[in-house]
């Protein structure tokens, strides 16, 4: 353990096809998709692909003003985001606002499999979107 991050929650992709995506996986690594879910609120759709204790997140537009839309407008296909896994959302993002960084959540806010999560912007983070996830 590594003072507030426990575990690696996610790596996120983004895609321009999640079927695609997923065929990719499996015919190439034998990977099979464990949870598939429309997150309305974000404008996308994600596949998660188990990898021990943690996920490969694909994750693909289902609207052309969701950030992933424009993501991939800008930057193509590729890495977006990496999840930490914490004990406490809020208390790792203060832990974030204490240090001066930007959030984009300001509070934290419900995820993907029931969980709750806070996005912590690129900007001050080395240039890597973080996503914040408590289980
Ligand atoms: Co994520």
């Given at each position: 353990m590594s003072g507030l991050l426990t575990e690696i929650d996610h790596v996120a992709i983004a895609v321009r096809d999640l079927d695609a995506a997923l065929d990719y996986y499996r015919d190439t690594f034998g990977a099979t998709v464990d949870h598939r879910e429309l997150i309305e609120s974000d404008g996308v759709e994600e596949a998660l692909i188990k990898v021990a204790d943690s996920y490969i997140q694909l994750l693909t537009p289902t609207?052309?003003?969701?950030p992933v839309a424009k993501y991939l407008e800008r930057n193509g296909e590729g890495l977006h985001h990496v999840g930490y896994r914490v004990d406490d959302c809020a208390v790792a993002l203060q832990a974030v606002k204490d240090a001066g960084g930007r959030v984009i959540d300001e509070a934290p806010r419900p995820g993907s499999r029931g969980t709750t999560v806070a996005f912590v912007h690129p900007k001050g983070a080395l240039g890597t979107l973080i996503e914040l996830v408590q289980e």
């Amino acid at each position: 353990m590594s003072g507030l991050l426990t575990e690696i929650d996610h790596v996120a992709i983004a895609v321009r096809d999640l079927d695609a995506a997923l065929d990719y996986y499996r015919d190439t690594f034998g990977a099979t998709v464990d949870h598939r879910e429309l997150i309305e609120s974000d404008g996308v759709e994600e596949a998660l692909i188990k990898v021990a204790d943690s996920y490969i997140q694909l994750l693909t537009p289902t609207r052309e003003d969701s950030p992933v839309a424009k993501y991939l407008e800008r930057n193509g296909e590729g890495l977006h985001h990496v999840g930490y896994r914490v004990d406490d959302c809020a208390v790792a993002l203060q832990a974030v606002k204490d240090a001066g960084g930007r959030v984009i959540d300001e509070a934290p806010r419900p995820g993907s499999r029931g969980t709750t999560v806070a996005f912590v912007h690129p900007k001050g983070a080395l240039g890597t979107l973080i996503e914040l996830v408590q289980e």
